[in-house]
T-cell receptor, first 114, second 112 residues
Framework: KAGVTQTPRYLIKTRGQQVTLSCSPI?????VSWYQQTPGQGLQFLFE???????NKGNFPGRFSGRQFSNSRSEMNVSTLELGDSALYLC?????????????FGPGTRLLVL | GNSVTQMEGPVTLSEEAFLTINCTYT??????LFWYVQYPGEGLQLLLK?????DKGSNKGFEATYRKETTSFHLEKGSVQVSDSAVYFC???????????FGTGTRLLVSP
């Protein structure tokens, strides 16, 4: 099976712009989670989607949003970008999102905000 | 809330040395525990996991045992290789939730 894919791999944006990142989960996986990785804050949970519904949300401002489509592909959007949004954004998928289930990560999208 | 504490790095070892990376956790209920590894420029790969107390996860020579009495999940390997150089993350998911809570990561550097 193909792994989790994320596009684009790299992005450069300026403050105030918005950005959309895409994630395609492993075939058959219905749960998609998003994480932000920064040197200062480490790995932090953004949100999780299952069957097009957001089930869990981390402690991030409303500028961060996401959605999931009927084919389980997911997108996350960050509006009004700030310098501190520069990070590696990781997407992970699992079969049903049960606790203890293995989450498989994509290679990430590296976002640089200037 | 749930949290994970792991030893600061970098850990620098010679090839074939014994590796231990300490990880302790705070959680209510019965969390599942994971070790993930991140190679430069890549995402996270699951190394091993354990979902209940006294379970031992193992993969590629790495092992970790879920110790509820000490709330620990230390990573060990008997003989490290240069190719093991990476950043290792200990993580947990709480009861009923998929959200992973990560430690800060430990960089391992193995020299020939």
């Amino acid at each position: 099976k193909a792994g989790v894919t994320q596009t684009p791999r790299y992005l450069i944006k300026t403050r105030g712009q918005q950005v959309t990142l895409s994630c395609s989960p492993i075939s058959g996986h219905r749960s998609v989670s998003w994480y932000q990785q920064t040197p200062g804050q480490g790995l932090q949970f953004l949100f999780e989607y299952f069957s097009e519904t957001q089930r869990n949300k981390g402690n991030f401002p409303g500028r961060f949003s996401g959605r999931q489509f009927s084919n389980s592909r997911s997108e996350m959007n960050v509006s009004t970008l700030e310098l501190g949004d520069s990070a590696l954004y990781l997407c992970a998928s699992s079969e049903s999102g049960r606790a203890g289930e293995t989450q498989y990560f994509g290679p990430g999208t590296r976002l640089l905000v200037l | 809330g749930n949290s994970v504490t792991q030893m600061e790095g970098p850990v620098t070892l010679s090839e074939e040395a014994f590796l231990t990376i300490n990880c302790t956790y705070t959680a209510t209920g019965y969390p599942s525990l994971f070790w993930y590894v991140q190679y430069p420029g890549e995402g996270l790969q699951l190394l091993l996991k354990a979902t209940k107390a006294d379970d031992k996860g193992s993969n590629k020579g790495f092992e970790a045992t879920y110790r509820k009495e000490t709330t620990s999940f230390h990573l060990e390997k008997g003989s490290v290789q240069v190719s093991d150089s990476a950043v290792y993350f200990c993580a947990l998911t709480g009861t009923g939730f998929q959200k992973l809570v990560f430690g800060t990561g430990t960089r391992l550097l193995v020299s020939p």
